[in-house]
């Protein structure tokens, strides 16, 4: 039962461009979005979050988009840059609970230049 | 800086071989995690601990155990590893219902 979902493995852009990255969830219960990028052979870094009491958290290049009807989010990234180039998984939790976050499986964003 | 490190960052081992991996965190954090990632199927949740002693089963355990003697380190051990356990294995650390934190993960390859 897979509770968060990114259904695009993969996204090609070009530099200069916004990258639109998506993730659905299926858990009424979450409340407490994250997106964390990863490179190959590093851990995961987070990227920028937001809270169910808010549809838009904004932190320099990235904007992440919560629609708590639709349960669905998005990250954007604008412009993208050769850098943005890695793995993107978004993660949700419920802020009561166990504390542990559930994942999706990932896009890669590759950012052409 | 907050800070999550890990014992290894490659390792090899044979099959049924028992495989310890380490993880310390420098940010007093209650919660720690162990994941395992795999190529289409994400960060899959092995175990966690939400406090010294305490340990909960994630989505996938199996063949898996941990420790948490102190609130710091948080330990997974494979008891007998296999061919199915090669991946990448990452530890985080997360207090209540703030960010989490990775460490950057051991490449552990069963042979």
Redesign the interface.
């Known amino acids: 039962d897979q509770q968060v979902k990114?259904n695009s493995?993969s996204l090609s852009v070009q530099e200069g461009r916004i990258s639109i990255l998506n993730c659905d969830y299926t858990n009424s219960m979450f409340d407490?979005f994250?997106w964390?990028k990863k490179y190959p052979?590093?851990?995961?870094?987070?990227l920028i979050?937001i809270s169910s009491i808010k549809d838009k958290n904004e932190d320099g290049r990235f904007t992440v988009f919560l629609n708590k009807s639709a349960k669905h989010l998005s990250l954007h990234i604008v412009p993208s840059q050769p850098g943005d180039s890695a793995v993107y998984?978004c993660?949700a939790s419920a802020?009561m609970g166990?504390?542990?976050?559930?994942?999706?499986?990932?896009t890669r964003l590759t950012i052409n230049p | 800086d907050v800070k999550?490190t890990q014992s290894s960052?490659y390792l090899v081992k044979r099959t049924g071989e028992k495989v310890f991996l380490e993880c310390v965190q420098d940010m007093d954090h209650e919660?720690m995690?162990w994941?395992r990632q795999d190529p289409?199927?994400?960060?899959?949740?092995i175990y966690?601990s939400?406090d010294v002693k305490m340990k909960?089963k994630?989505d996938i355990p199996e063949g898996y155990s941990v420790s948490r003697e102190k609130k710091e380190r948080f330990s997974l051990i494979l008891e007998s590893a296999s061919t199915n356990q090669t991946s990448m294995y990452?530890c985080?650390s997360?207090r209540?219902?703030e960010?989490?934190?990775?460490?950057?993960?051991t490449?552990l390859l069963v042979l």
């Open positions: 990114q493995p407490y994250l964390y052979a590093e851990g995961p870094t987070f979050s998984f993660a802020l166990a504390q542990k976050l559930v994942f999706g499986q990932g | 999550v960052r919660n995690f994941y289409g199927l994400g960060l899959r949740l966690f939400y909960e994630g990452l985080a997360r209540a219902v960010t989490q934190y990775f460490g950057p993960g490449r």
